[in-house]
């Protein structure tokens, strides 16, 4: 093997270590993902050491919330979560509409969640709970809205991501758009994973 | 073949939420149950990660800081749950 041999394995190794190596999607996503964790970690934390000093308050108050309707939102994010990966391994494949159908069928189960999301707030304000009711319903409330906030969001990445496809943006070499908006979206639905028993379930 | 793996990770994950949800429902509390809640949870997002984030295929570091980011998560919820004053 020449030298000019090896310098050519060397950097197509390199080139392929470092694909192995870096995080789907574009970098910047990733920076943004770290720091949405940091903030739901500290939520989460701060609601459990609330907790511990008034135990009774937040158990009673948990009771009051529609455990159906975070179960279903939980299938429904994990479902999102699911079509999008299918989306990703289509467009891999240079297959744009495919790709399209599937984070089509991401977005109408984050619909989903939104709908079910807006019943269970209007539930909430139509009984005069708001922030200052309690610590819980403050948690609650502070925690559902700000992730609530991020499924929209998604749900605005994947609309602009699907028409993309749509119009043939995206294929086999280019995807690096498709997999910075699934990273996000999965985002989305761990954080929801984490929520949900927390807030809903565990006692 | 791919497609029939990430399949069967959306199936577990489905069971696994099914059962956080009928544990609720048969109503089993206790620090146990909670602990037992709290593994199911933080398995089902390091799921999430590895299996459809695709981080299974990235460095050591940026799984090492997702792990460690559910490892102190799970932990600091559990010593809260623990220490909590009934």
Same mark, same amino acid.
């Given at each position: ?29 990733? #920076? ?51 079509? =999008? ?75 602009? #991501? #699907? ?35 927390? =807030?809903?379930? #565990?006692? | ?86």
């Amino acid at each position: 093997m020449n030298q000019a041999n090896i310098i050519s394995d060397t950097a197509a190794n390199g080139a392929a270590a470092k694909e192995i190596d870096s995080l789907p999607g574009d970098f910047a996503i990733w #920076i943004f993902i770290f720091a949405e964790m940091l903030a739901f970690g500290v939520l989460f934390v701060a609601y459990a050491f609330t907790r511990a000093k008034n135990v009774e308050l937040f158990n009673a108050s948990q009771l009051t919330l529609s455990r159906t309707s975070g179960f279903i939102n939980t299938l429904a994010l994990i479902s999102s979560s699911y079509c =999008v990966v299918r989306g990703v391994a289509a467009i891999k494949q240079g297959l744009s509409k495919q790709c399209a159908g599937w984070l089509s069928g991401a977005f109408l189960l984050g619909g989903l969640f939104i709908g079910i999301k807006l019943v269970e707030f209007n539930a909430k304000f139509a009984a005069d709970i708001t922030m200052s009711t309690n610590d819980f319903y403050m948690f609650y409330l502070a925690l559902t809205f700000f992730h609530f906030m991020h499924v929209l969001m998604g749900m605005v990445i994947l609309a602009v #991501i #699907i028409m993309k496809a749509r119009r043939g943006g995206y294929s086999a070499a280019d995807y690096v758009g498709v997999e910075t908006g699934a990273s996000f979206w999965h985002m989305v639905d761990f954080l929801w994973i984490i929520l949900f028993p927390l =807030v809903y379930i #565990i006692r | 073949m791919k497609n029939t793996f990430t399949t069967i990770i959306w199936l577990a994950l489905i069971l696994l939420t099914t059962m956080t949800y009928s544990i609720d429902l048969i109503g089993m509390s206790g620090k146990a149950t909670m602990l037992a809640l709290l593994a199911i949870t933080m398995l089902k997002s390091q799921m999430v990660a590895n299996y459809f984030m695709g981080l299974r295929k990235c460095g050591t570091l940026w799984r090492g800081i997702m792990f460690g980011y559910f490892l102190i998560v799970g932990s600091l919820i559990a010593i809260a749950y623990l220490m909590a004053e009934h």
